[in-house]
């Protein structure tokens, strides 16, 4: 079946240290997405990329990064720059904003 | 800043209800808009879409309403499941992204 995955489920980091979470599709979409989510909150864009080796900032881009060599794959490095990284991270992939997205089971990350 | 926003953050109702869900948004050339069901620890999951030159769009148990004279939409939910119990968001093109609201947790009680 076609999905999109994120691993792992639970991270924890310690303070300083730079994380990367996994984001794969097999859906054959072209934009893949990262969103932040706190707890009673709605979802706040991190990065986006349309194509491969592009990719653009969202509202909150500081303190993470993000890579896109491959179609399939759209990891999301949040470094030591990220002062409150405590969050749910949801992934998401869409053939374009008007199909709306099929979005991961997301990954929380913890800082201990 | 422009952008969906849901009127209530928590609605509860009883098994069997129908359920009703708002969102209001601020603009008027938003021509797409989506409603995803987000369960406890997992990621939203869509439910239905409808686009501005429809007013109503019906799916399994769900209709979503569009007013665009006030910008408000509604997602309506009948004979409402102990499982229909999650955050519900409504989210809206910006760009080249989705914007979401806040999200609206449906309690449903036997």
């Known amino acids: 079946d076609g999905g999109i995955t994120q691993s792992p489920k639970y991270l924890f980091r310690k303070e300083g240290q730079n994380v990367t979470l996994s984001c794969e599709q097999n859906?054959?979409?072209?934009?893949m997405y990262w969103y932040r989510q706190d707890p009673g909150q709605g979802l706040r864009l991190i990065y986006y990329?349309?194509?491969?080796?592009?990719?653009q900032k969202g509202d909150i881009a500081e303190g993470y990064s993000v890579s896109r060599e491959k179609k399939e794959s759209f990891p999301l490095t949040v470094t030591s720059a990220q002062k409150n990284p405590t969050a749910f991270y949801l992934c998401?992939?869409?053939?374009?904003?008007?199909?709306?997205?099929?979005f991961g089971s997301g990954t929380r990350l913890t800082v201990v | 800043g422009e952008s969906v926003g849901l009127h209530l953050p928590t609605l509860s109702v009883q098994e069997g209800d129908n359920s009703i869900i708002n969102c209001a948004y601020s603009?008027?050339?938003?021509?797409?808009f989506i409603w995803y069901k987000q369960e406890s620890g997992k990621g939203p999951q869509f439910i239905i879409d409808?686009?501005?030159?429809?007013d109503k769009r019906q799916g399994q148990r769900v209709t979503v309403l569009l007013n665009k004279t006030v910008k408000h939409l509604s997602l309506q939910i009948a004979a409402t499941q102990p499982g229909d119990s999650a955050v519900y968001f409504c989210a809206e093109p910006q760009g080249t992204a989705l914007i979401f609201g806040k999200g609206t947790t449906l309690s449903v009680s036997s």
């Open positions: 409808i686009r501005s030159n429809m």
């Open positions: 990329s349309q194509i491969v080796n592009d990719f």
């Open positions: 998401a992939s869409s053939q374009g904003t008007r199909y709306g997205y099929t």
């Open positions: 859906l054959n979409h072209d934009a």
């Open positions: 603009n008027s050339a938003s021509d797409y």
